[in-house]
Structures are given as C-alpha cells and as structure tokens.
C-alpha cells in the first residue's frame, strides 16, 4: 500500500521482496473483521476471498457461548497468497517497479540519502535512495539498521502456532474464538473457516506466559478435543507484537510501516488494516517529503503524528483492554460471558465488557483502575 500510494503521486517507486514469490509463505490467519474496512482502503478482486464470514462465537473456559454478528456487511477470510500478490500487481500498475528474490543485508546513511545493500538473485547490488520504508516485520532488519528502538517485552508478543486444517464438520460462514488460562495462557484460539472443508486453526500465547514449544503442544491438544476428524494439511508459526506502537516510527530517510512498526492490534493480534492504513500514510507522507527534496526526521513527523492521532490513539486504548483481560482468571472469563450470554456481542466495545464484568465482580473495579490508567 506505500508503494502503491507512492507510485500513483509520481514517485520513482522500488519494492523488494525477499522471496522469489510475494505472499509465500502465508504467515496469518487471514481473517479480516469487518470487510467495510477493506472496501475503504482497496477494491478487492474476487479471487483474495477465501470466504465470507457473516458472525462469530466465543466460547468461555466453561464453554458458554456468546455470538456476534458482524456489522458493515461481515468479514473476509482472505487468501493471502492471492491477496498480497494482488496489491503488489495493483502497486505495478500505478508504477512502481518490483524485484522479487532481492534480500535486503544492509543500511547505510549519508549525505541526506539512504544506500540499501542487496542480494538480488543472488548476485550483490546497492540501491540509492532519498527514503526508505521498512515494511518487514516484527524482527525488522531496517529497525535496526536505523539504530530504532524495535524490542518487544515478553508480555507484549504473541506467541503463534496455526494449521490449516481439512474437515467436513466446519461451519463455513462464523468464526470460532476459544479463550481460557488451560487453553491459551494470555491468547486465545481461533477456527478462521476458509471454505471448501478447509480451516486456519491456530494459538496465540503471551509471550511470558509460553515456553517453547508449548503453543503446538496445546494446539494439537484443542484439535484432539474439539476437532478430532481433522487433518493437518500446512503449519505455521511466528510471532505477533502485541504493544503500544513503536515510541518513534521515523528516522531520518526511514519509515517503518505495518509489524515493522508494531502497528497490529494489541488485543487481537490482527494487524492487516492498521497496516495497510499506515502504508497509504506512509506514502502520502513520501511523496511530499521526496517532492521537496528532504526526507529528514522532522519532515517525516508528520506521519507519525498522521498514525498517533488516528488508528495509534486506538490502538492505545485496545492495549489496555488487552492487559485487563490477560489479568482475568478463568472464573473471571466465565463470569463476564455468562453475563453477556444472550446478547448480540457486536454492539459491545471492550470498555462495555469491561464494565459488564465489574457490575458482576465489583472487586475488579480497583485491579480495572490500575490497569487501565
């Protein structure tokens, strides 16, 4: 999306991708909430759908289902695979040139100009530009380069584990949502349908409550119970930030976008919009800065203020929901949904489950104050 952004204001646009396919390996769960959003950002093309998902359900450590349906039409599974590939074409067309199988292994800066050492097919090159956007994520190598502060504490990254799995049995139009200490210490389980018998099933752990391997082991526990006729076709796993965003998300001639800036969603772990929304900033912010000849840090600022006043500022908010609720014993979870049962959950923001539960548990209101100043 930067480099789309970038391109169609007339910037001269270079985007490299490591691999000799974008969107191989798929390292997501593919879902996305609210398909509005998508539609806000993107025309998606048919073939990025892997399903339409109408609601979802939560199941509580006793099992109490709550459901939602979604609001702004539902939500996508996407195919990754096809979705990424798709808007690196759709970043072609309006101009920017694309080199697959080219690593980045270098960063240096000097004279106002940012030189990038690669390996492209294999084959060493050095690429010279005004500005550079880091959008390779959450052990981002341009972070590091730039001297950026990028580390994550154990209690602000999800640990992942996910198959995709084949089962007749699945619901093809909700998603499953499975939470409890026992089950996802700090995370949660989720079953993404994405059509045809096929399903991403997978764990998010917190980081300081995992240990390795710990998330397959658990994983492959839930599929014994809940989902013994499956059958594992791929597996991934990986970690997600789950913190505030970066302190500075900007250097002189650098940009950080998407996980690279830990701009997902503390609560949830997805981070596809807030991304994709950050990379249409980023580039906006691009092509004034190069238009103008300078791309240091204080012209940059303008797209960190740009992020903080909008998704960051929310973002802010869902981190401290997230550690409201990775504080909740299982009695607590089972308490909340049994007094949410019966009500449609997409008209409920996190403060009005948090509040819920309060009204249930008014001891909570004091460990609540705590957390969430």
């Known amino acids: ?47 990025w759908i892997s399903s339409h998902i109408e609601g979802a359900r939560l199941y509580s450590p006793d099992d109490t289902v709550l459901s939602s349906r979604g609001s702004g039409g539902g939500g ?45 097919r294999g084959k060493p090159a050095k690429i010279e530009a005004l500005l550079v956007i880091g959008a390779d994520g959450v052990e981002s190598k341009t ?26 049995g699945l619901d093809s139009d909700c998603c499953d949502f499975f939470f409890g200490n026992s089950l996802a210490p700090g995370g949660y389980i989720w079953i993404f349908p994405k059509g045809r018998g096929l399903a991403n099933v997978g764990i998010g752990l917190q980081g300081s409550r995992s240990r390795p391997g710990l998330p397959l082991r658990l994983l ?21 930030p789950t913190s505030a965003t970066m302190k500075s998300i900007t250097s002189d001639g650098i940009m950080l976008v998407g996980d690279a800036a830990h701009q997902s969603d503390p609560l949830t772990g997805g981070g596809i919009i807030s991304s994709m929304r950050a990379g249409v900033m980023a580039g906006k912010v691009a092509a004034k800065a ?62 009005d489950m948090l509040w819920s539960l309060v009204k249930q548990s008014p001891r909570m209101l004091w460990s609540m104050r705590k957390l969430m100043i």
């Not at 950026?148 to 640990?159: K, T």
């Open 290 to 351: 190069v238009s103008s000849g300078d791309a240091s840090q204080p012209v940059l600022q303008e797209y960190e203020d740009l992020w903080a006043s909008s998704w960051g500022r929310h973002l802010d908010r869902r981190l401290k929901a997230k550690r409201f609720f990775s504080s909740l014993s299982d009695d607590d979870i089972n308490r909340l949904a049994a007094s949410l049962q019966g009500r449609d959950l997409s008209r409920f923001s996190p403060a």
């Open 76 to 120: 996508y599974v996407l195919e990754r695979k096809e979705f990424d590939r798709g808007l690196a074409v759709r970043a072609a067309e309006c101009g920017a040139e694309v080199l697959v199988k080219t690593r980045a292994v270098g960063l240096t800066r000097s004279e106002g100009r940012s030189q990038v050492s690669v390996l492209c």
């Open 143 to 168: 972070a590091q380069w730039a001297g950026m502060d990028s580390r994550l504490s154990p209690d602000d990254i999800m640990v992942c584990a996910q198959f995709l799995v084949s089962d007749s």
């Open 220 to 240: 492959e526990r839930f599929l014994e119970k809940r989902m013994p006729k499956a059958r594992v076709l791929e597996m991934v796993s990986g970690g997600i």
């Open 1 to 47: 999306m930067a480099a789309k952004t970038a391109a169609e204001a007339g910037l001269d646009v270079l985007l490299i991708e490591k691999r000799q396919e974008i969107g191989e390996p798929v390292r997501c769960a593919e879902g996305i909430g609210l398909r509005s959003e998508l539609q806000e950002l993107i025309d998606p093309d048919p073939a």
